[in-house]
C-alpha cells in the first residue's frame, strides 16, 4: 500500500524559517506535491517536485529525494499569516497511466508573535 | 480565467437519498479529480477522470460514481447516503496526469 507521514504540529516565530517534513512509501511514484489550507479553505497548491532537487518559489521552497522517500517544504520569512495546515500529496500510478493520489494527515503550522 | 468552481456550496440530504455534485474544471485542464474531506483530516482521494475516462480510484464503495463531460466538467453522484458521507467534497483540476491540482472551494455535504 502507500502512506506519508508528516508532523502534525508544528510552532515557529515570526520571520523565522520553518521546514516541514513529508516521508512516504509508495509504488509507482508520479511526484510530491504541497498543499496550504486555511481553517474553513480549500487546499491552494504550492509546488510539485517530479524530480530530485530543490524548487524555489517566493518564501516557498520544496526538496525531494526519491531515493530517500522523503521531501521537504520550507517556509522562510515567516508570516502570521501563514498560519494553516500544510499537505504533503503524493500521485502514484501504473504503466498504464491509472493513478491515485493519497494526502498526508496534514501539519499545523502555528506562527507566533 | 477561471478557477474551479463547483456546486452547490452547501448540501443537506436525508440518510439512503442520493446526491449529485457538480464541478467545472479550470480552462485548460482535462484532468478531474474528487476528493473527501472530513474535519481534522486531509483529503481522500476518491476518483480521477481524464478525457472523460476514469483513470484512478481510492478506496471508496461503488456508490460513489462519477462522470466526466466533453467540455472536462464532472459530476460525483453518491447513492444510498449514510452519516459517514457527511464532509467536505472537493474537486480539483489539472492540465495532464501529471503536476499539482487546482481545488474549487468545496460542497459540504450533511446527511441527517
Known amino acids: 500500500g502507500q502512506s506519508l507521514e508528516q508532523p502534525s504540529e508544528v510552532t515557529a516565530v515570526e520571520g523565522a524559517i520553518v521546514q516541514i517534513n513529508c516521508t512516504y512509501q509508495t509504488s509507482g511514484f508520479y511526484g510530491l506535491s504541497w498543499y496550504q489550507q486555511h481553517d474553513g479553505g480549500a487546499p491552494t497548491f504550492l509546488s510539485y517536485?517530479?524530480?530530485?532537487g530543490l524548487e524555489e518559489t517566493g518564501r516557498f521552497s520544496s526538496f525531494l529525494s526519491r531515493s530517500d522517500s522523503y521531501g521537504y517544504l520550507l517556509l522562510q520569512e515567516l508570516q502570521m499569516k501563514d498560519s494553516a495546515s500544510y499537505f504533503c500529496a503524493v500521485r502514484m500510478g501504473n504503466s498504464g497511466g491509472y493513478q491515485k493520489v493519497t494526502f498526508g494527515i496534514g501539519t499545523k503550522l502555528q506562527v507566533i508573535p | 480565467e477561471t478557477g474551479v468552481t463547483q456546486s452547490p456550496t452547501h448540501l443537506i440530504k436525508t440518510r439512503g437519498q442520493q446526491v449529485t455534485l457538480r464541478c467545472s474544471s479550470q480552462?485548460?485542464?482535462?484532468?478531474v479529480s474528487w476528493y473527501q474531506q472530513a474535519l481534522g483530516q486531509g483529503p481522500q482521494f476518491i476518483f480521477q477522470?481524464?478525457?472523460?475516462?476514469?483513470?484512478g480510484r481510492g478506496n471508496f464503495p461503488p456508490r460513489f460514481s462519477g462522470l466526466q463531460f466533453p467540455n472536462y466538467s464532472s459530476e460525483l453522484n453518491v447513492n444510498a447516503l449514510e452519516l459517514d458521507d457527511s464532509a467536505l467534497y472537493l474537486c480539483?483540476?489539472?492540465?495532464?496526469?501529471?503536476?499539482?491540482?487546482?481545488f474549487g472551494s468545496g460542497t459540504r455535504l450533511t446527511v441527517v
Open positions: 517536485n517530479a524530480l530530485d
Open positions: 480539483a483540476s489539472s492540465p495532464g496526469t501529471g503536476g499539482g491540482y487546482t
Open positions: 477522470y481524464y478525457r472523460e475516462e476514469e483513470n
Open positions: 480552462s485548460g485542464h482535462n484532468t
